[in-house]
């Protein structure tokens, strides 16, 4: 693992033992790079693991049969080339990410999430535990930022969340660093939109976060997937915009990206990223305990709603909105 993201034992924080001294170490990290890894939490790695290898074999199956599962603001099955996250930052970007993913959101939804009742039981059972996690982090950011534990909770009580299960291809070593000074991107340069995600992957190498002095530094976190290993798993957390803009920049919303790791050429890489947001309806305003004397805040308050649609439309190239996510 790399040894500048630093890795924090959340479980004094679960079993109240010392929850001041896991926040302290989560604010340090969100104010230095605004990223971190956990272990401590909890979760089963066999689930983890079930999970994983059943996602393999669903974006092995055919495009049409993968294309069962669609759905508006980029839910169900999405092909590569269809999303552009470099769009969300950089207007007229033309980068297309070298991935594919199934995006799923509750409550459980025939068309968008697939009818492998496996694959959809291991989908729904993981994703009580990551919201609960989420829950979990989003007071440990409250006592960081010198508020009560509880701050946060009656502004995502009602979150919009979306797990993701991304496959990115076997990849040609001759396909990348093809020109000097020119690196390859699997998944291009970009922010998170919302509060926090929690990422989950056998092998993370080719993970780039961007340091505030503008190095790029890895992300490497290898969770052994044997079933029978002992080691705990460890999931990667990093901070995403509205977090950034209740902080007034106290807490960075971090660039990254992933790479084509010279390691990993010619293997399949996968990932199990759940964004967290804001209940849509949330007002995103400036902290008070983040405005120090004489400071303004650096952002105008938003619905959570607005900057959400916003990114999701950019990445996508095209105009949508989470009037349609209304069941």
């Not at 929850?19 to 605004?34: H, N, R």
């Not at 299960?165 to 076997?170: F, K, M, Q, V, W």
């Not at 106290?250 to 990993?264: D, F, M, N």
Request: hydrophobic share 35%.
């Amino acid at each position: 693992m790399s040894s500048t993201i630093p890795v924090i034992d959340i479980a004094s924080y679960l079993d109240g033992s010392d929850k001041m001294g896991v926040a302290s170490q989560i604010g340090k990290a969100c104010e230095d790079i605004g990223f971190f890894m956990i272990s401590g939490h909890g979760i089963d790695k066999h689930l983890l693991h079930k999970l994983q290898t059943t996602s393999a074999s669903y974006f092995d199956s055919p495009l049409a049969t993968k294309r069962r599962c669609s759905g508006p603001f980029g839910l169900g099955y999405m092909g590569q080339g269809m999303e552009n996250v470099a769009a969300t930052l950089k207007e007229g970007s033309v980068t297309q990410d070298f991935k594919e993913s199934l995006n799923l959101t509750l409550p459980v939804r025939d068309g968008i999430w697939p009818m492998d009742d496996e694959l959809r039981n291991l989908c729904a059972a993981y994703y009580v535990h990551v919201e609960k996690l989420a829950n979990q982090l989003m007071r440990l950011f409250a006592l960081a930022l010198s508020l009560h534990e509880h701050f946060f909770d009656d502004k995502v009580d009602k979150p919009y969340t979306t797990l993701r299960l991304l496959n990115y291809p076997e990849f040609d070593a001759n396909m990348a660093d093809t020109a000097p000074g020119v690196v390859t991107t699997r998944n291009a340069e970009h922010t998170d939109y919302g509060t926090l995600t929690i990422l989950y992957s056998s092998d993370s190498r080719g993970l780039q976060a961007q340091s505030r002095k503008g190095e790029w530094i890895n992300v490497d976190c290898i969770n052994n997937p044997e079933e029978d290993a002992d080691d705990e798993p460890v999931f990667i957390i990093n901070i995403g915009d509205l977090m950034m803009n209740w902080t007034n920049d106290k807490w960075v919303s971090t660039l990254h990206r992933v790479i084509a790791h010279h390691e990993t050429h010619g293997r399949r890489r996968s990932s199990m990223p759940f964004f967290h947001n804001p209940n849509p309806d949330a007002m995103i305003e400036c902290i008070p305990s983040c405005l120090c004397d004489g400071e303004v805040p650096k952002y105008k308050p938003m619905l959570a709603k607005t900057h959400l649609e916003d990114k999701v439309s950019k990445a996508l190239g095209k105009v949508e909105t989470m009037d349609e996510l209304v069941v």
